[in-house]
């Protein structure tokens, strides 16, 4: 059973350009997560989605940024247009989201933004 | 709302030593607490989780974290540090919602 995969794990975009991170969540998994981690910060928090819904993007900016995770394939996050504050690494974490025996969050590797 | 606040963004011990990393949680229902480990350029790795069974729970590499709801705190441990400790930790909690709530991270240090 493969973990949470993340691809790219690194990608160099230049400025204005368009960057997509991929998430295929653990099989039988029907919730992602976004997050996005700085140097030295902690996770902060961008998206919750489950199947076709987006359940709270509170923490996603308001521009450039968009997600997704559609009927098939994996979870999409789309940052438009870049600029050199986007660097960063991003994680996506999955979870089956019923019973106590289930309840933890799956951590893929992380995809590393490099903006130049 | 429910959050986590970690005490202590580093934390050194001497190889051999006790260790001691604080979370406190707050929860409005009982919750789900974890904690995670983060190596450098990986992602978080699951170390242990509370689900409302045993107040004292054990993990993977010697750790373990004991909930204390009077205290509402889950703070982690482990009775002798290795250097292969040494990463960042976080502890998160897991709303109603399925929404995970995570601290600022721990940096944990371990010399020689």
């Known amino acids: 059973n493969a973990g949470v995969m993340q691809n790219p794990r690194h990608l160099v975009r230049r400025r204005g350009q368009e960057a997509r991170l991929r998430c295929s969540p653990m099989k039988g998994h029907s919730h992602v997560y976004w997050y996005r981690q700085l140097p030295e910060e902690g996770l902060k928090f961008m998206v919750y989605l489950q199947k076709e819904n987006i359940i709270d993007e509170s923490g996603m900016p308001k521009e450039r940024f968009s997600a997704e995770f559609p009927k098939e394939g994996p979870s999409i996050l789309r940052i438009q247009q870049v600029v050199r504050g986007d660097s960063a690494a991003y994680f996506c974490?999955?979870?089956?989201?019923?019973?106590?025996?289930?309840?933890?969050?799956?951590f893929g590797q992380g995809t590393r933004l490099t903006v130049v | 709302a429910q959050s986590v606040t970690q005490l202590g963004s580093h934390v050194s011990v001497s190889e051999g030593a006790l260790v001691l990393l604080r979370c406190n949680y707050s929860?409005?229902?009982?919750?789900?607490l974890f904690w995670y480990v983060q190596y450098p350029n990986q992602g978080l790795q699951l170390l242990l989780k509370?689900?409302?069974?045993?107040?004292l729970v054990k993990g993977i590499n010697g750790f373990e974290a004991e909930f204390k709801k009077s205290e509402t705190s889950f703070h982690l441990t482990k009775p002798s540090a290795h250097m292969s400790d040494a990463a960042e930790y976080f502890c998160?909690?897991?709303?109603?919602?399925?929404?995970?709530?995570f601290g600022t991270g721990t940096s944990l240090t371990v010399i020689p």
């Open positions: 998160a909690v897991r709303s109603t919602g399925n929404q995970f709530y």
């Open positions: 929860s409005s229902v009982p919750p789900y």
């Open positions: 509370y689900t409302s069974a045993a107040t």
């Open positions: 974490a999955s979870s089956q989201g019923q019973g106590p025996q289930n309840t933890e969050a799956f």
